[in-house]
């Protein structure tokens, strides 16, 4: 193979951003971490949504696929945040596989309050990420990316708020 398309496949991306390197890399790793995240979580919402039983069933199977949908939404514009600051970002389903925090659920049966309960944590955790990843951007004054972000905490509240309503009286 020709050595400058060696060298080509190894260059940093160097992409103008007005950020320092320290910047790229930590607002880079940060963002490709949640991306993880988000995805194990649009995939577990996806699972509880097609396998969602019992008598609120319409209810929590149209509210999961709203939530799906608005997790799915963020992962396009995070991960061109990522390159757009000149980071690489995930490239595979083994490459979120080794990134995410979020734990997945391959059980052959979850009751539906179970279900929306490790949501409902599992949204916080997501929640208490994107606010950690904001504090970085803070302190990088990456002020775009922290933009992202302050939408998609809002949404997660709120996807917290309806899951927690809805198990309010239970023991879930």
């Not at 190894?10 to 007005?18: E, N, Q, V």
């Not at 690489?88 to 979850?110: K, M, W, Y």
């Not at 409902?120 to 972000?149: F, I, K, P, Q």
């Amino acid at each position: 193979m020709d050595e400058s398309v060696k060298s080509r496949r190894t260059a940093p991306l160097r992409t103008p951003t007005g950020l320092s390197q320290e910047a790229v890399t930590d607002i880079s790793a940060g963002a490709t971490t949640l991306l993880a995240d988000v995805f194990a979580l649009y995939l577990k919402t996806k699972n509880f949504h097609w396998h969602m039983s019992g008598p609120s069933f319409r209810d929590y199977h149209l509210m999961l696929d709203e939530h799906g949908e608005q997790l799915f939404a963020m992962t396009d514009p995070l991960a061109e945040r990522v390159r757009k600051l000149g980071g690489g970002t995930l490239r595979s389903i083994g490459d979120i596989a080794r990134r995410q925090r979020i734990l997945d659920n391959d059980a052959d049966f979850v009751h539906p309050h179970e279900m929306l309960a490790e949501l409902r944590d599992d949204n916080g955790a997501l929640v208490a990420s994107m606010h950690a990843l904001h504090d970085t951007c803070d302190e990088y004054n990456d002020v775009a990316t922290a933009s992202l972000l302050e939408n998609w905490i809002d949404e997660g509240e709120r996807r917290v708020w309806f899951l927690f309503e809805i198990l309010r009286n239970t023991n879930a």
